[in-house]
DNA sequence: GAACGCAATAGTGTCGACACTTTCTTGACG
DNA sequence: CGTCAAGAAAGTGTCGACACTATTGCGTTC
């Protein structure tokens, strides 16, 4: 009964981002996303331990490809581990969260200087389009799709500056904050800012005012992160809803240790 | 014959960076600092394929903790891992290294300007303490020990920054160019305007000069860069002795597949 | 003599087992 | 009653084995 030919293609493309190494198709790579869409969504706990035998029954594998799936995402900041006491859900604390928006921002903000000098006059274009062709129907679609979508925006600006290196970090950095980013555009909160603040940040490329342009998107995302600070207050209390925020406290102790 | 009680306590602690999440003491962790340096000091080289058996025969230990250590080192970007077809040598061709310096110098202006903003005058005097401490003789120490004070330094720097992630994030991109590093410090090419910049980058930190201090470091950057470019010639020269430089442009192509 | 395909070989991906460490339980002692 | 210790249980870290995939080398056919 161990046997794992399994026709369950649930391969979950919206969490296939990451520009970087792996191919899929082992039970490893199905692991990792598997563990990551648990991460990303609460499912584990901050500050919980993962049991890996557990996880492992849960999945239908043995240890081994779930050790190698933690083993990245620890690298990745995801989890943390102690030796000898195993894997821990690494908690995003509210100023955890700041301090990833806030390299976000730096990195986001380089990439679009980066880009005015070197793209060419076709690549900002492209830039240019890929905005269009979303702006439309942008607020009707699914919060899956939106973000998405707004993802893909920032990674390409990325892509633009030509550093690959840049790319690769901005989309660890997405992936870790994609949570908090589906529940503010799930949010009351969220509205057509976000909107005029891509078009504006197209302008400025399209004029390559490197400049007003790196300012644009640090307001933007600075604006995007007090926008978030609410929804996940909300998003936190739902989660250890039964008790109230008191045990939040020892989570984010726990976090350094 | 398989008991693995050895007493080598060969722990290496000039590898022993990276201010993240994990502990030592198990053989996957002697592993992954083990492959790291051997990564590092071109004994595996650009594009060449990793065999696991024979790195778990030479390490003395199975396989499962290589390739854990293997995971983690592809998710740095040190490796890459092709499914069914193994692990294979990141090759860092000049142009990856230039993106990685960039990123750097990006990251590290950014962390002077946060470091300005907002630490205590004790902790900036905790940065001039160290440069003073080191200065005098600096030219004098090992390559190994001038590297670990540079690293330290731009290192403290970021923790100033009050952004674990941003540490994070510098203490990663060094270990990866860190062989660069000691090619250059060893190369005549190396010579004091390191120090003039450092003294005069705390200078500029003692007296809060946020746009100066970062526009020294994207120099002091950009210089070691210029300076390391012949170095890096060199040394790649050496690895792939024999045969003149053609097969560095396939290694090239190799590398984004 | 070259191209093709097939067999043998080498190598990765995953498994179940076991040693060792940490954590929990229980019961003796103060 | 509370504290502590010893033993049991749970869990991680590593191992060797095996299944399956890619590669290499060889023989066959045209």
Redesign the interface.
């Known amino acids: 009964m161990t046997e794992r030919a399994e026709t369950s293609a649930d391969s979950d493309p919206s969490l296939a981002n990451e520009a970087?190494?792996?191919?899929?198709?082992?039970s490893s790579?199905r692991a990792y996303t598997t563990i990551r869409k648990l991460l990303v969504e609460f499912k584990l706990k901050p500050g919980e331990r993962i049991n890996e035998v557990q996880l492992s029954r849960s999945l239908g594998v043995s240890r081994?490809p779930i050790?190698?799936a933690l083993?990245?995402l620890?690298?990745?900041?995801f989890?943390?581990?102690?030796?000898?006491r195993g894997f821990f859900v690494?908690s995003l604390s509210t100023e955890?969260l700041l301090?990833?928006y806030?390299?976000r921002s730096?990195?986001e903000s380089?990439a679009f200087k980066?880009m005015c000098e070197r793209a060419e006059d076709s690549e900002i274009d492209r830039l240019r389009q890929y905005w269009e062709a979303i702006v439309d129907g942008y607020r009707d679609q699914p919060p899956d799709i939106i973000l998405a979508e707004d993802e893909g925006f920032h990674l390409l600006i990325a892509e633009l500056s030509g550093?690959?290196?840049?790319v690769?970090?901005l989309a660890s950095i997405n992936a870790r904050i994609r949570f908090i980013r589906r529940i503010q555009i799930e949010h009351p909160s969220h509205d057509k800012a976000q909107i005029t603040s891509h078009s504006a940040i197209v302008e400025a490329a399209v004029k390559r005012d490197a400049e007003n342009g790196a300012k644009l998107l640090r307001e933007h995302i600075e604006m995007t992160v007090s926008a978030t600070q609410q929804a996940l207050k909300d998003a936190l209390l739902k989660v250890f809803a039964p008790d109230n925020g008191a045990d939040l406290k020892r989570r984010r102790r726990a976090r350094d240790a």
Chains 1, 2 share one sequence.
Do not use: F, H, K
Not at 20 to 26: G, I, V
Not at 74 to 77: H, P, Q, T, W
Not at 79 to 84: A, D, G, H
């Open positions: 970087e190494t792996r191919r899929s198709a082992d790579e081994t050790r190698e083993n990245r620890a690298s990745e900041g989890v943390s581990l102690t030796p000898n690494r955890g301090d990833l806030e390299l730096i990195i380089a980066l550093n690959p290196e840049l690769g970090q």
